[in-house]
Structures are given as structure tokens and as C-alpha cells.
């Protein structure tokens, strides 16, 4: 402040005295500005420091050099100019861990030509005095959280060549008058904001610039036709945004663009045929996600340069060109979720072209339901150094072929949702790098290969729901990277091998349900110490429940429901404290229900339905703040039912078919339960008759009375029966006829069969006209008790959620061409699992295409 005051009294004696020499004026001049620099700066820093927690994160810079003014030009991340000595001409500082505010005395550094802020943690807006440097050249502001708009007055910064303020919070428009105003901008990197508008058409007018990376905002609207006067364009990044309408044919003009990345908008069109002449240096082009149509343009395969090539989530239909191994430099093509076709040798030769791209990594091709017949066995000739390659949701049949081992770079293999068939080709153990292999939904049968072992780096194994049969390899025991395993619905049978659980590392889920397998659960399973779901529905396993399951300590899921096990739920349950789902429905449980489950804190879902369940109900339960559906039905449970808790919310709690139950809410209408008490006085009195011959009148009176209260129990008991009866299935469901399920199933033949339980079968059921798979439970009425279990199942599974069976779809109550009753449940069908995310990423990842 004081130099500045010397300043304008110096002025004002110059202009008084007259005699001064204008060499002093600006000498003096510089010295306040020079003064102002280092005051900025200390603004700066008191603003940028924040309450960063970190102490002092710029030690170098304090006031004790400005004894010597421009001592600052030696702080940390400050350079002056060669000509102007004591000016700042660059402020670097990234990755410094500031945070605070950029104060707006940034604004005062005249000479600043470098402003490097990236990845720090600068939060509020950009200050509007940064239209004041009017020498800045490079602005770099990324990786913070800037958030606002952007300064109208950025246009004033008229030298500015590199403006890169992507991974901020930045909202509003572009100012659309930046490529009027800011004529020499180079570089525009402004993806990962928030950005909204439409894409300036003044961009038209920046003859220099080589980069526009604006993906990941929200941009709307049609790409102007900007690029007229932009003809240096290298990389063009529109991706991720609401952009709409045709690619402006100017586009096609851009012969320098290295990536072109319009994928994730809504663009339509069709690709130009003679794109292969367009863009002769082009590594990277990206059209994926959006709604282009018509045919994958043949030139393609002129672009020789390119790496990747990304048409998928298209509407692209007709063959894939099969001139595509013209690419010899190509890494990644993803051409899946599109309408392309091949049917023939000819629509499938693109994949032998394949073979001499010896750079490939990706290869995606699935989700297109017209790539049918065989998988070309030309698919064991792609480069080795080929990772990942999908082939799912497609119509391809066939087997895998043994060949496929020559693929030894794997990494992801699936050929989920589709017809292949055949068995696991021993060779697949030669696929060392392999760590996720999907074969879900599949007609893949026999056994699966002990070579299945030498997998080593194996992290998931999807094979649900296909035909494979057989034990269970115990070499699945040496995948000691393995975290997910699903083998449901196949036919797997025997026991199960002891090795499956010595896995500690297993610990998203194993699912061995809906199979046929025997024999005890072993006690091992306690060694499943990381697994968070746990999946043995509908088998046949037996025995008691191992004391051992408490030590999975982290499950939060466990189905143990329709197999036979019986004998005591273990009190160990209660160390599993983050359980949230138990279904031990369907076995021959008994004994009582042990106090220890209501102490499950977390648990949200239990269902012991179909037991033989007998005492009393733990009063405990109704302390589960989290328990929202409980089931209890079909039991031989008695005396009081809880008042509080989920015993409050009939529309979650089922209890019917426990003969003994009294008390609850009056809503249930059980009786209540003192008169089940004087049930029991009765006994006892009937005991002391012989001695209480004198009190004859008296007891005969009792008796009639106790005759009356049992008469209007009944009564009761009969109310709350009709209370419980569901409403006709009809009337909640859809309803779906016999026949469609009798073809649906090929007549219920063996080959559809997925599993057996003591209600009846479960079966694949494929609905060919909408290629719909569901399953299809059909209940054996003659077994007694499999009526009343169809009608509660009905009731129940409407929100029961299960990884594989997840919603019933609908009923079907009818008549068989036998004219026997039939009854049968219909579930939706859902394979599962973080393959599938991989497959469909969610969007969000710049650098995934
Ligand atoms: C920046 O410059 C203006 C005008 O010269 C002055 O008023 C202000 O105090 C300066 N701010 C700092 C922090 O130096
Ligand atoms: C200021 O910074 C210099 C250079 O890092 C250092 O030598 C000096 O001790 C610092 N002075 C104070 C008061 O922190
Ligand atoms: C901006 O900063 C980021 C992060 O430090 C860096 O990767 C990038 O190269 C910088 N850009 C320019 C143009 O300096
Ligand atoms: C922003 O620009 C306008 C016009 O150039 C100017 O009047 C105003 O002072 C600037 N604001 C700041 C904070 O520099
Ligand atoms: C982006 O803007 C939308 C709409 O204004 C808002 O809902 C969303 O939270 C914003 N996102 C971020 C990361 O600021
Ligand atoms: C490009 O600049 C010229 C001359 O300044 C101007 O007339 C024209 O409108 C600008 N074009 C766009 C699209 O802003
Ligand atoms: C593309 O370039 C050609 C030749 O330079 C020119 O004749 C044509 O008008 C341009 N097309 C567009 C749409 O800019
Ligand atoms: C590829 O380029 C060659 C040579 O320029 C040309 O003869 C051929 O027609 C082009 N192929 C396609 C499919 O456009
Ligand atoms: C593959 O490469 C061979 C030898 O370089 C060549 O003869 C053949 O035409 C190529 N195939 C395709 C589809 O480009
Ligand atoms: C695989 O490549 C080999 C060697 O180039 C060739 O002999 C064989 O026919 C190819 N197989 C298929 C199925 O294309
Ligand atoms: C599945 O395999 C069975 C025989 O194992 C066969 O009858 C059936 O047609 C196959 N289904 C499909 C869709 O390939
Ligand atoms: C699996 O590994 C064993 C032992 O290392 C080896 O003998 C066997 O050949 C391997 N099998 C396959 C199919 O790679």
C-alpha cells in the first residue's frame, strides 16, 4: 500500500515539477507492480491454503525475502520473465494439495503467461479477474473442484492458446462468443463438467485449433458446422453428452483428426460410405452409443491406422466387412448391441480376416441376435494377443472348439445367452490368463473339465443354467483367486466337495442351487470366511445344518430353502451379524426357533415357512428394527404371537398354518391367548376331578362354559382362516396357459428338467417366439401339503428376491392334457453377476471404448 501511494505521489510530482525524466516514471512504475506481484501472490496463497489441514503447504513462500523486492521469483512454482526480472510470468502448482478459494488478486500477476493449478483441491468459482492477464497463454486449471460458471470475462484473456479445465464441477454454457474473442485457442479440454448449451458455432472461427474435448457434460443440440475454418483439428471429443442430429458432412473434411469420439450422444445417420477416404492418419474412432443406421461401411478397412474402432450400441445392421483384417494395427473393435448379421461362411469370413490383426486385445461382438449358426472355428486363429473376447447374446451354436486354448492371452471369455453346446473343451486349462469365463444360459453340458484347476488366475466362473452334469470337480478348490462361483440350475450331483469351501478368498458369492445334490452340507463351510452370499436352494442336501455356518461371519445372505436338511437351526446364526436374508424354508427343521436369530441385528428377510418348527415364537423378533418380511407359515408354532415390531404389519408376516398361534394384533384374529389358558385350567381341573366329586354342579357348570369358549375358538380359528385365504391367483396375476408352458418345455421333458424338490419340478422354459427363457416350477399335487405350498409360495415370492429365480412372474393354475390339475409358478429367469457389468459398463469411464 505505502509503495503504491509513493507511486501516485511521485506522479503527481512529476507532473508538477515537470522535471523528471520518463526513464524514472517507469521505474518507479515497475517497482509498484513488482510490489503488487508479490502482494498477489500472498493473496494467493492466504486464499489457497484453505483450511487444508496440512500445514504450511508452501513453505518457501513468505515475506522475508521482500526485503529485496522480486525475492519471490525464487518461491516454489513461481518463474519470472528473462525480460521482465522481477515479473511472474509462470505460477505452477500442481498436484500441491491446495485447497481454498483462487483469490481474485491472480488477477494482479500482469505478466502471467502459465497458470498451472491442475489436481489440487480448489473449490468456488474461477474468479472473474482472471480476464484481466491479458498475456496468459496456458491456463490449466484440471482435476479441481471449480464449480460455477465459467467467467464471461475468460474472454478477455486474448492470448489464451490452452484453456484445460477439465474434472471440475464447471456449469452454464461455453461463452458463445469464444471463438470470436479468443482467436488463437489451440487446446479447449473441458470434459468432466457440467456443462449445458450448445457448442459454440464462433468455434468455427479458431483457424489454430488442434484439440476439443468437451465429453462428459451435458451438452445438447447439433454439432454446428464449425469446422470450416478448424481444418488442424486433431482430436474431436463430443463424447457423452445429449448432442443430437446428423455428423455435419464438414466433418468428413477434418483429414488431420488422430480420435474422433462422438460416442454416448444421440447421434442418427448412416456412416458414409466412403469413410475409409477421409481420415487417412486416424487411430481412434469412436461412434458408439448413439442411433446410427444402416451398414459398416466396407472402406472402413482403408483407415490403416486405426486402433480402435467402436460402432457399438448402434442400429448397425448387415455383415460385419470381411476386409476388417486390413487393420493391421487395430487393438480394440467393438462392434456388440447392434442388429449386424451373419448367417453364412460369408457373413462370419470377417472373424478369419480377424486372424491377421496381430495386435488385437478386444473383441466384442455380442448382443447381436442375428449372428447365428456355428462359432467359426477361424475364431482359434485370432492373434494370442487377443484378452478379451465376448461373444454373448448372439445366436450362435456349436461348441467351444479345443482350439480355443491357442487364444493363451485371455483374460475374459464369454459366450453367454446363447445356443452353444457341447461340452467344456480339457483344453480350456490352458488358458492361464484367463480370470472371468462366462457361460451362463447356455446348452453347454457334461462335466466340467478337472483341467478347470489349472486356472489359476480365474476370478469368476459363471455356468448357471446350462446343462452340465456330474460332481462338482473338487479341482475348483485350486482357484485360489476365485471370488465368485455360480453353478446353479444345472444338474450337478452327489456331495459337496469339501474343497469348494477351503476358499477364503471366495467372497462375493457361491451359488450351487437348484441342483441335485446329496448328502450333508460339510462342516467346512465355516470356512468361507469372506462370502457374502450363499446360495444352496433346491437340492437335496440333508442332515443338520453345521454349527460350523456361524463362522461366515460376513454373510449377508444365506439360502438354505427347499432341500432336506432337518434337525436344529443352529444358535451360531447370531455370530453372523450382518445377515440380512435367511431362508431355511422348505426342510424338515425342528425343534424350536432359536432365540439367538432375533439378536441378528441387521437381518431384513427371514423365512422359515414349511418346517416342522415347534415352541414358541422368540418374543426377540419384534425388537428387528430392520426385519420387513418374515414367514413363519406352515409350522407347528404355538402360543403367543408378539404384538410389536414386524408382528405390527400383516402385509409382511405370515404365520398361517401354525395350529397353536394365539394373541397378536387383532387383525390376525387368533384367539387370545388367555383362553388357551383356561384350555389348560381345564386339564388341570379334569386331573383333581376324582378329588372334587362334592363340586359336581360347579364343574358341570365349568365345563359347559369351557364347551362355549372352545366352540367360539373354533369359530374364530375358521375366521382367520378366511382372513388368510389369498385372493384368487387370477386376480393377481396374469394368467399363462398350460399349453404354452407344455411347449415352452418341450412337453416337461428331461432335457428342460433344472431340479427336483419335494414339491414337484423345476424347468427351462423357452418361450421361441419373444426368445424368452423362464423358469417354470410345477408342483406335484398328488404330495400332500404341495397345494396349500403353491398358494403361499404365490403369496410369498411376490417380493421375495432371489439371484437367480428373482421375481415370479406369474401363475398358472389349470388343467393338464390329462385333465389332472395343474399348478405351476413362473419365474423370471436372471443370470447374474460382474461379468454382466463388465459386458454393459455403466457409463462414467472416459477412457472405456
Ligand atoms: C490488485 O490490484 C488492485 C488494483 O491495482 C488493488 O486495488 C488490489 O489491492 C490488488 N490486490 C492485491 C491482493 O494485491
Ligand atoms: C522463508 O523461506 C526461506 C526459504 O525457504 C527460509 O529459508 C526462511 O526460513 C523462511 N522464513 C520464515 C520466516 O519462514
Ligand atoms: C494440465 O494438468 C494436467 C494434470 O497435471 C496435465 O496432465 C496436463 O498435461 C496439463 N495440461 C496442459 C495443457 O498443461
Ligand atoms: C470483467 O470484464 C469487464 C469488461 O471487460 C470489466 O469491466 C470487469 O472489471 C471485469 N471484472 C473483473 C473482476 O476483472
Ligand atoms: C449437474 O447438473 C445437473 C442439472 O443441473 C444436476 O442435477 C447435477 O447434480 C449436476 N452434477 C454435478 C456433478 O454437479
Ligand atoms: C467468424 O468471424 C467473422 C469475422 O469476425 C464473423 O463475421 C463471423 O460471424 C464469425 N463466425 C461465427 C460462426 O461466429
Ligand atoms: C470439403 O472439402 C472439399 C474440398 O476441399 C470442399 O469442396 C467441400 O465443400 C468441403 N465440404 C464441406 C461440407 O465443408
Ligand atoms: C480402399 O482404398 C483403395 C486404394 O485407395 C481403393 O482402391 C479401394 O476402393 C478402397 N476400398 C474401399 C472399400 O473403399
Ligand atoms: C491377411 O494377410 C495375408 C498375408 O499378409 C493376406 O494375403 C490376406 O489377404 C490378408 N487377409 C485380409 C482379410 O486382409
Ligand atoms: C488357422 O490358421 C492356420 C495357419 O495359418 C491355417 O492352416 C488354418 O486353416 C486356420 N484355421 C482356420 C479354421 O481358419
Ligand atoms: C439343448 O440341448 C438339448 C440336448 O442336450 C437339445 O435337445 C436342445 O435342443 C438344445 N437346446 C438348444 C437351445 O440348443
Ligand atoms: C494342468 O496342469 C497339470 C499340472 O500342472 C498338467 O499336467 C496338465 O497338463 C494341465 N492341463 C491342461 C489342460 O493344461
Redesign the pocket.
Known amino acids: 500500500m505505502a509503495t503504491r501511494t509513493g507511486t501516485v505521489s511521485s506522479l503527481l510530482l512529476l507532473l508538477l515539477s515537470g522535471s523528471m525524466s520518463v526513464w524514472t516514471i517507469s521505474t518507479l512504475a515497475v517497482a509498484a507492480a513488482e510490489a503488487d506481484d508479490e502482494a498477489a501472490l500472498l493473496a494467493f496463497k492466504a486464499a489457497a491454503i484453505g483450511s487444508s489441514g496440512h500445514g504450511d503447504l508452501l513453505p518457501s513462500w513468505n515475506g522475508s525475502s521482500s526485503t529485496s523486492a522480486g525475492g519471490f521469483c525464487g518461491w516454489e512454482g513461481v518463474t519470472c520473465g528473462a525480460r521482465h526480472r522481477r515479473r511472474v510470468v509462470a505460477l505452477r502448482l500442481p498436484s500441491h494439495r491446495l485447497a481454498g478459494v483462487l483469490s481474485p488478486a491472480i488477477g494482479n500477476l500482469s505478466f502471467l503467461r502459465v497458470l498451472d493449478l491442475s489436481s489440487n483441491s480448489f473449490a468456488g468459482e474461477i474468479p472473474s479477474a482472471i480476464g484481466r492477464l491479458r498475456r496468459l497463454r496456458s491456463l490449466n486449471l484440471s482435476s479441481n473442484a471449480f464449480a460455477g460458471e465459467l467467467p464471461a470475462n475468460l474472454t478477455s484473456c486474448a492470448a489464451l492458446e490452452v484453456m484445460t479445465l477439465q474434472t471440475n464441477q464447471l456449469r452454464g454454457h461455453i461463452p458463445p462468443e469464444l471463438g470470436n474473442k479468443l482467436p488463437r485457442l489451440e487446446v479447449i479440454v473441458l470434459w468432466q463438467n457440467n456443462l449445458t448449451g450448445a457448442i459454440p458455432a464462433s468455434l468455427a472461427n479458431l483457424s489454430s485449433l488442434r484439440i476439443f474435448a468437451v465429453g462428459f457434460n451435458q451438452l445438447q443440440g447439433t454439432i454446428p458446422p464449425f469446422f470450416e475454418g478448424t481444418l488442424g483439428l486433431q482430436h474431436l471429443d463430443l463424447a457423452y453428452n445429449r448432442l443430437s442430429g446428423e455428423l455435419p458432412q464438414s466433418l468428413y473434411n477434418m483429414s488431420s483428426l488422430k480420435s474422433l469420439q462422438v460416442q454416448g450422444n444421440m447421434f442418427r445417420g448412416r456412416i458414409p460410405a466412403d469413410i475409409g477416404s477421409k481420415f487417412p492418419n486416424l487411430p481412434i474412432l469412436s461412434f458408439g452409443v448413439n442411433q446410427f443406421t444402416g451398414s459398416i461401411p466396407a472402406s472402413l478397412s482403408n483407415l490403416t491406422n486405426l486402433q480402435v474402432l467402436d460402432l457399438s450400441r448402434n442400429r448397425l445392421s448387415g455383415y460385419v466387412p470381411r476386409t476388417l483384417g486390413r487393420l493391421q494395427a487395430l487393438r480394440t473393435l467393438r462392434l456388440h448391441n447392434n442388429r449386424l448379421e451373419a448367417n453364412n461362411r460369408e457373413g462370419w469370413e470377417f472373424i478369419?480376416s480377424l486372424?491377421n490383426c496381430s495386435n488385437l486385445k478386444v473383441l466384442e461382438i455380442n448382443g447381436n441376435t442375428d449372428f447365428t449358426g456355428q462359432l467359426?472355428?477361424?475364431i482359434?486363429?485370432l492373434s494370442t494377443t487377443l484378452q478379451i473376447l465376448l461373444l454373448g447374446k448372439t445366436g450362435i451354436s456349436g461348441s467351444i472348439p479345443s482350439a480355443i486354448s491357442n487364444l493363451i492371452g485371455l483374460q475374459v471369455l464369454a459366450v453367454t445367452d446363447t445356443f452353444m453346446s457341447g461340452v467344456i473343451p480339457e483344453s480350456i486349462g490352458k488358458l492361464e490368463n484367463l480370470g472371468s469365463l462366462g457361460l451362463y444360459n447356455t446348452n453347454v453340458s457334461g462335466l466340467i473339465p478337472t483341467s478347470i484347476g489349472n486356472l489359476s488366475n480365474l476370478i469368476e466362473l459363471y455356468a448357471n443354467n446350462a446343462n452340465l452334469e456330474g460332481a462338482i470337480p473338487t479341482s475348483l478348490g485350486k482357484l485360489k483367486n476365485l471370488i465368485t462361483l455360480n453353478l446353479s440350475l444345472n444338474r450337478f450331483n452327489g456331495s459337496i466337495p469339501t474343497e469348494i469351501f477351503k476358499q477364503p478368498q471366495l467372497s462375493r458369492y457361491l451359488d450351487l442351487s437348484y441342483n441335485s445334490l446329496s448328502g450333508p452340507l460339510p462342516s467346512e463351510v465355516g470356512s468361507l470366511q469372506n462370502v457374502n452370499q450363499l446360495f444352496l436352494s433346491g437340492n437335496q442336501l440333508s442332515g443338520e445344518i453345521p454349527h460350523s455356518i456361524g463362522e461366515c461371519t460376513v454373510l449377508q445372505e444365506l439360502w438354505l430353502d427347499n432341500n432336506s436338511f432337518e434337525g436344529r437351526i443352529p444358535q451360531s446364526l447370531n455370530k453372523i451379524k450382518g445377515l440380512s436374508t435367511l431362508n431355511l424354508s422348505m426342510n424338515r427343521l425342528s425343534g424350536s426357533v432359536p432365540d439367538a436369530i432375533g439378536s441378528i441385528q441387521n437381518l431384513q428377510q427371514l423365512n422359515l415357512a414349511h418346517n416342522n418348527l415347534s415352541g414358541t415364537i422368540p418374543t426377540n423378533l419384534q425388537k428387528l428394527t430392520s426385519l420387513t418380511e418374515l414367514d413363519l407359515s406352515f409350522n407347528n408354532l404355538e402360543g403367543e404371537v408378539p404384538k410389536e415390531g414386524i408382528f405390527r404389519n400383516l402385509a409382511n408376516l405370515s404365520i398361517i398354518g401354525n395350529n397353536g398361534l394365539c394373541g397378536g394384533i387383532p387383525q390376525l384374529h387368533l384367539a387370545p391367548c388367555h383362553m388357551t389358558s383356561v384350555k389348560n385350567n381345564r386339564k388341570r381341573r379334569l386331573v383333581s376331578l376324582p378329588i372334587a366329586l362334592t363340586v359336581m354342579g360347579a364343574l358341570l357348570f365349568l365345563v359347559f362354559v369351557v364347551i362355549l369358549i372352545l366352540f367360539n375358538y373354533k369359530k374364530l380359528k375358521q375366521k382367520q382362516k378366511n382372513q388368510f385365504q389369498p385372493p384368487m391367483l387370477e386376480e393377481q396375476y396374469g394368467r399363462i396357459s398350460y399349453d404354452a408352458l407344455a411347449n415352452g418345455t418341450n412337453g416337461f421333458s428331461e432335457d428342460n428338467l433344472l431340479g427336483k424338490g419335494s414339491f414337484g419340478e423345476v424347468y427351462k422354459c423357452d418361450f421361441q417366439d419373444n426368445r424368452t427363457i423362464v423358469a417354470v416350477k410345477v408342483f406335484n399335487l398328488k404330495q400332500s401339503g404341495s397345494a396349500r405350498s403353491f398358494v403361499a409360495e404365490c403369496e410369498a415370492l411376490r417380493s421375495v428376491r432371489h439371484r437367480c429365480l428373482i421375481n415370479i412372474i406369474t401363475c398358472c393354475s389349470s388343467i393338464d392334457h390329462q385333465g389332472q390339475e395343474f399348478k405351476a409358478l413362473i419365474y423370471e429367469f436372471m443370470p447374474n453377476g460382474s461379468l454382466n457389468d463388465w459386458i454393459h459398463p455403466k457409463s462414467g469411464m472416459p477412457t472405456k471404448t
Do not use: R
Open positions: 478369419t486372424s467359426p472355428s477361424s482359434a486363429n
